[in-house]
Each structure stands twice: as structure tokens, then as C-alpha cells.
């Protein structure tokens, strides 16, 4: 019972969206008539939300030539190969590859967040909703309803190759879509909520550390990296914290004198939240200002 009241309130969610392409949206179209394998005219995505985002640099090791920033997934979502390349160039032209390697399922509302080793960089994708023809439950489901969460994690690098990231010792949390990822050092990242099967929000955290056996020069292409997931401990139940939520916004400031050694600045939803990466304790800020005020 439980799975199906998540199930429905995800059939109720992706009805009530509206797809947007270009920040405009699609004249006349409601997303339950909108084709999930359709494409644009103009040789971009067909118009879709939840999709998720990062930079190309062309100086990084065995990257393309070329500074463009790399959209993937989202709903309607249909080809989880595909990559939607917008480059930074005005003059340059957006056009679609294909990305090699272990690739993840269709999602929407996945988290995505850089990684460093030596001079190689390469981003994260974790969890999120099911977006392929395989997470349709029901006839009467919509296009871009959403399917299951996820709890999975890849890694794509800069030649756009994934490779899935198999949690060490069978520990990761539980599956979710609509979390908040963001890299909180080299090889470090920290997420925050998002919602889970039962359709309920998720007050949880946790941070993914990588490592690899191969050079420091071979970057993350190594054939062995491992991916640890560490929750955080339980908190003072007295100390401030976030209250369970989906689509926030995150952001990592990195320590400095007035934040205190070691500490690390989060922002989550419209309240600022300093994680201290020892204890994994979070606190309010320390300006005295009341629950809720943005910062």
C-alpha cells in the first residue's frame, strides 16, 4: 500500500509538470500528450525537465576540445546514451553523442557533482526517478510519470564514458530522486534528502568518498575505484537541522577564519547549515538569525 501511494503520487507529479525547452514553454502542451521519444527541429532535446548538468573544459586530460557544458536525462527521457552537447562558443553548434561504456537507466531529478585526481575530472551521476520504457507501471501513466527511484551512481568522464560505481561492502542509501549533491572536496561528495519509495521526503545525509589503486597520471580511468558511502551519525537532537524536503538547493563554501577550521558551509532550501566534516554535526549560522531566514 504504502509503494502504491508513492507510485500514485508520482503519476500525480508528473501530470502537473509542464515540459520547457529553452526557457519557454511548449505552446499547447500538456505533459501527458507530450511524446517521450520525440525530438526538437532545431537539433536539441525535445523540451523535457529534470535534466542534469555539467561543464566540458577543454583543458582537461583526454577531454574533447572543446569548453561546452553536457545535459543528460530528464522527462520525457527515452535514450540513456545520449548526450546533449551546448557549446560555449556562441558561433559553435549544440548537437547530440552518444556516450560509451556502463550507462545508467533513463532518470530524471538525478544529482550530478565533479570529482578531481591529479588533473583529471570527472562528475557523478546519482539517483533519481526512472525515465525508461521499462519504468511505465500502469497504461494510464502519462508520459514523464515517474518511475521508481534510484540509488545507483556512475561515473562519466570527460570522453564521455560511464562506468557504475558498486558501493563498497553493499552500503549507499536508500534509493531517491530530487536530492541535493554537491562535491565537498577532490573526491568527496555530500547529498542531502530528496524523496524516497513511499513518496515520503527524506531528512537523511550522506557523503561518497572515491578512491582508485591506478596512477595518480591515469586519473579516474583506472579500472578500480571504490565508492564509500558514509552516513552521517546521528545528530543532537537538539542541534538545528533541515527538515526532510526534495529540490533543494545546496551549495559547499569552502573553510575560511570566521566559519572556524574544518568547517564546511551548506546551504540547504533557504537555510544555511554548517556541516562540521568531523562530527558530521550540523549547526545554524552563527549571525543569530531566526529559523527559516535566508542567508
Known amino acids: 500500500p504504502r509503494r502504491d501511494r508513492g507510485r500514485a503520487a508520482r503519476r500525480a507529479s508528473g501530470k502537473m509538470r509542464v515540459p520547457v525547452s529553452g526557457g519557454a514553454v511548449e505552446s499547447g502542451v500538456r505533459p501527458e500528450e507530450s511524446n517521450p ?3 526538437g527541429s532545431s537539433g536539441s532535446y525535445a523540451a523535457r525537465w529534470g535534466a542534469c548538468a555539467w561543464p566540458l573544459r577543454k583543458e582537461d586530460p583526454g577531454s574533447r576540445s572543446e569548453e561546452a557544458v553536457c545535459v543528460w536525462g530528464g522527462a520525457p527521457c527515452a ?5 546533449l552537447l551546448l557549446p560555449v562558443d556562441p558561433n559553435g553548434k549544440r548537437r547530440r553523442i552518444q556516450s560509451t561504456g556502463k550507462h545508467p537507466r533513463a532518470r530524471e531529478s538525478a544529482g550530478v557533482a565533479a570529482v578531481k585526481r591529479g588533473a583529471s575530472v570527472a562528475h557523478v551521476v546519482y539517483g533519481g526517478f526512472a525515465q525508461d520504457a521499462a519504468a ?7 508520459p514523464g510519470a515517474e518511475g ?4 545507483d551512481a556512475f561515473l562519466i568522464d570527460g570522453n564521455m564514458r560511464w562506468r557504475a560505481l558498486v558501493p563498497f561492502g553493499g552500503i549507499a542509501p536508500p534509493p531517491r530522486g530530487g536530492h541535493a549533491l554537491v562535491p565537498i ?11 524516497g519509495a513511499d513518496g515520503a521526503h527524506l531528512g537523511d545525509a550522506w557523503i561518497l568518498e572515491l578512491h582508485s589503486t591506478a596512477s595518480v597520471a591515469a586519473g579516474w580511468s ?13 545528530r543532537d537532537p537538539h542541534a538545528p ?3 526532510p524536503r526534495e529540490a533543494a538547493g545546496v551549495a559547499h563554501v569552502a573553510p575560511c577564519r570566521s566559519a572556524g577550521e574544518n568547517a564546511r558551509w551548506t546551504s540547504i532550501g533557504n537555510m544555511v547549515r554548517q556541516l562540521d566534516p568531523k562530527s558530521r554535526t550540523p549547526r545554524g549560522p552563527p549571525s543569530g538569525g531566526a529559523p527559516g531566514d535566508a542567508s
Open 37 to 39: 521519444w520525440g525530438r
Open 79 to 83: 535514450d540513456e546514451r545520449e548526450i
Open 136 to 142: 511505465a507501471s500502469a497504461a494510464s501513466d502519462p
Open 148 to 151: 521508481e527511484p534510484l540509488g
Open 185 to 195: 572536496a577532490s573526491n568527496k561528495a555530500f547529498i542531502f534528502g530528496g524523496r
Open 222 to 234: 583506472g579500472k578500480n575505484v571504490d565508492a564509500r558511502w558514509e552516513q552521517s551519525p546521528v
Open 241 to 243: 537541522a533541515p527538515a
